[in-house]
Protein backbone atom coordinates (compact mmCIF):
# COMPACT_ATOMS: atom_id res chain seq x y z
CA UNK A 1 0.00 0.00 0.00
CA UNK A 2 1.40 3.41 -0.81
CA UNK A 3 0.31 6.42 1.62
CA UNK A 4 0.78 10.04 1.18
CA UNK A 5 0.75 11.10 4.75
CA UNK A 6 1.38 14.74 6.30
CA UNK A 7 4.82 14.03 6.50
CA UNK A 8 5.23 13.50 2.72
CA UNK A 9 2.43 16.08 2.05
CA UNK A 10 5.15 18.90 3.78
CA UNK A 11 7.81 17.21 2.15
CA UNK A 12 7.01 17.56 -1.23
CA UNK A 13 5.54 21.63 -0.88
CA UNK A 14 8.88 22.33 0.64
CA UNK A 15 11.21 20.80 -1.68
CA UNK A 16 8.67 22.61 -4.50
CA UNK A 17 8.98 25.94 -2.45
CA UNK A 18 12.92 25.66 -3.02
CA UNK A 19 13.39 24.24 -6.45
CA UNK A 20 14.24 26.19 -9.11
CA UNK A 21 10.92 24.93 -11.55
CA UNK A 22 8.87 25.72 -8.17
CA UNK A 23 7.05 21.94 -8.72
CA UNK A 24 8.04 18.48 -7.46
CA UNK A 25 6.31 15.26 -7.61
CA UNK A 26 6.07 11.77 -6.13
CA UNK A 27 5.18 8.65 -8.36
CA UNK A 28 2.09 6.71 -7.35
CA UNK A 29 2.81 3.90 -10.32
CA UNK A 30 5.76 1.11 -9.88
CA UNK A 31 7.06 2.04 -12.72
CA UNK A 32 6.53 4.10 -15.87
CA UNK A 33 5.42 1.06 -18.05
CA UNK A 34 2.74 0.74 -15.80
CA UNK A 35 -0.96 1.31 -17.68
CA UNK A 36 -2.36 4.00 -15.60
CA UNK A 37 0.34 7.02 -14.28
CA UNK A 38 -0.40 8.37 -10.86
CA UNK A 39 1.21 11.61 -9.60
CA UNK A 40 0.63 13.74 -6.80
CA UNK A 41 2.71 17.06 -7.72
CA UNK A 42 3.26 20.11 -5.21
CA UNK A 43 3.37 23.38 -7.58
CA UNK A 44 4.10 26.71 -6.28
CA UNK A 45 2.67 30.09 -7.64
CA UNK A 46 5.48 30.85 -10.09
CA UNK A 47 6.01 27.40 -11.71
CA UNK A 48 5.81 27.54 -15.50
CA UNK A 49 4.11 24.39 -17.42
CA UNK A 50 3.99 24.94 -20.78
CA UNK A 51 1.13 24.42 -23.05
CA UNK A 52 1.22 20.56 -24.32
CA UNK A 53 -0.95 18.11 -25.22
CA UNK A 54 -0.56 14.53 -24.84
CA UNK A 55 -0.74 11.43 -28.01
CA UNK A 56 -3.33 10.67 -29.26
CA UNK A 57 -6.39 9.07 -26.98
CA UNK A 58 -4.60 10.26 -23.86
CA UNK A 59 -6.80 12.03 -21.22
CA UNK A 60 -5.66 13.58 -17.98
CA UNK A 61 -7.41 14.31 -14.77
CA UNK A 62 -6.49 16.77 -12.34
CA UNK A 63 -7.88 16.27 -8.54
CA UNK A 64 -7.28 18.85 -6.06
CA UNK A 65 -5.93 18.12 -2.86
CA UNK A 66 -4.48 21.22 -1.18
CA UNK A 67 -4.28 24.78 -2.43
CA UNK A 68 -5.58 25.83 -5.43
CA UNK A 69 -5.11 25.76 -9.22
CA UNK A 70 -6.51 26.91 -12.62
CA UNK A 71 -6.44 24.34 -15.41
CA UNK A 72 -6.25 26.03 -18.84
CA UNK A 73 -7.54 24.83 -22.18
CA UNK A 74 -6.18 26.34 -25.15
CA UNK A 75 -7.16 26.25 -29.02
CA UNK A 76 -4.18 25.48 -31.73
CA UNK A 77 -3.60 29.50 -31.55
CA UNK A 78 -3.39 29.65 -27.82
CA UNK A 79 -6.46 30.98 -26.99
CA UNK A 80 -8.23 30.14 -23.99
CA UNK A 81 -11.35 28.23 -24.61
CA UNK A 82 -12.05 27.24 -21.16
CA UNK A 83 -10.66 27.80 -17.46
CA UNK A 84 -11.39 25.66 -14.78
CA UNK A 85 -10.09 26.80 -11.35
CA UNK A 86 -9.52 24.37 -8.87
CA UNK A 87 -10.32 25.08 -5.21
CA UNK A 88 -11.70 24.16 -1.74
CA UNK A 89 -15.21 24.34 -1.43
CA UNK A 90 -15.73 24.53 -5.27
CA UNK A 91 -14.02 22.92 -8.60
CA UNK A 92 -12.01 20.20 -7.21
CA UNK A 93 -11.75 17.71 -10.47
CA UNK A 94 -11.32 17.99 -13.76
CA UNK A 95 -10.36 15.75 -16.69
CA UNK A 96 -9.41 16.61 -19.73
CA UNK A 97 -10.06 14.93 -23.25
CA UNK A 98 -7.54 13.75 -25.34
CA UNK A 99 -5.93 15.85 -27.61
CA UNK A 100 -6.64 19.26 -25.98
CA UNK A 101 -3.84 22.16 -25.43
CA UNK A 102 -3.61 22.53 -22.24
CA UNK A 103 -1.47 24.02 -19.01
CA UNK A 104 -2.17 24.44 -15.38
CA UNK A 105 -0.59 27.49 -12.83
CA UNK A 106 -0.67 27.39 -9.03
CA UNK A 107 -2.98 30.04 -7.73
CA UNK A 108 -1.68 29.82 -3.95
CA UNK A 109 1.59 28.65 -2.39
CA UNK A 110 1.28 24.96 -1.07
CA UNK A 111 -0.80 23.63 -3.91
CA UNK A 112 -1.28 19.58 -4.10
CA UNK A 113 -2.81 17.74 -7.24
CA UNK A 114 -3.39 14.25 -8.07
CA UNK A 115 -2.58 13.75 -12.02
CA UNK A 116 -4.05 10.42 -13.58
CA UNK A 117 -3.82 9.48 -17.22
CA UNK A 118 -3.03 6.31 -19.21
CA UNK A 119 0.19 5.17 -19.72
CA UNK A 120 2.67 3.95 -20.29
CA UNK A 121 4.58 7.20 -19.50
CA UNK A 122 7.82 7.59 -22.49
CA UNK A 123 9.14 11.07 -21.60
CA UNK A 124 10.23 11.66 -25.31
CA UNK A 125 7.05 11.13 -27.06
CA UNK A 126 4.47 12.03 -23.80
CA UNK A 127 3.36 15.32 -25.17
CA UNK A 128 3.63 17.92 -27.90
CA UNK A 129 4.32 21.58 -26.74
CA UNK A 130 2.66 24.17 -28.14
CA UNK A 131 4.74 26.48 -30.55
CA UNK A 132 2.89 30.11 -29.77
CA UNK A 133 4.19 29.38 -26.15
CA UNK A 134 7.88 29.82 -25.09
CA UNK A 135 9.93 26.81 -24.03
CA UNK A 136 10.68 26.33 -20.10
CA UNK A 137 13.80 28.95 -18.96
CA UNK A 138 13.44 30.75 -22.52
CA UNK A 139 12.14 34.84 -21.94
CA UNK A 140 8.28 35.43 -22.10
CA UNK A 141 7.84 31.81 -19.72
CA UNK A 142 7.38 34.42 -16.55
CA UNK A 143 5.17 36.19 -18.46
CA UNK A 144 3.27 33.43 -19.37
CA UNK A 145 2.42 32.36 -15.83
CA UNK A 146 1.31 35.74 -15.35
CA UNK A 147 -0.80 35.88 -17.84
CA UNK A 148 -2.02 32.33 -16.89
CA UNK A 149 -3.28 33.58 -13.39
CA UNK A 150 -5.66 35.75 -14.83
CA UNK A 151 -6.18 34.67 -18.45
CA UNK A 152 -10.29 34.53 -19.29
CA UNK A 153 -12.09 32.46 -22.00
CA UNK A 154 -11.40 34.11 -25.25
CA UNK A 155 -8.10 35.89 -24.11
CA UNK A 156 -5.26 35.30 -26.44
CA UNK A 157 -1.40 34.80 -25.43
CA UNK A 158 1.05 37.42 -25.04
CA UNK A 159 3.01 38.34 -27.40
CA UNK A 160 6.18 36.21 -28.25
CA UNK A 161 9.44 37.51 -28.86
CA UNK A 162 11.48 35.03 -31.62
CA UNK A 163 14.24 33.77 -30.00
CA UNK A 164 17.81 34.26 -30.33
Known sequence: ???????????LKATA?????????????DDLSDPVQRVVI???PGTYVRPHRHN??????????DGALAVLVFDVDGIVRERVELRPGGN?????PPD????????ESGTLAL??????YVPSTDKNFAAWAPAEGEAG???MVRWYEGAAVGAGPPARRPSG
Request: aromatic share 6%; net charge positive; proline share 3%.
Open 56 to 65: EGVWELFALL
Open 17 to 29: AAALRLRTHANLH
Open 1 to 11: MKVIDGGKVAA
Open 42 to 44: ALE
Open 100 to 107: TWHSLVAL
Open 141 to 143: AAG
Open 115 to 120: EVKPGP
Open 92 to 96: RLVQL
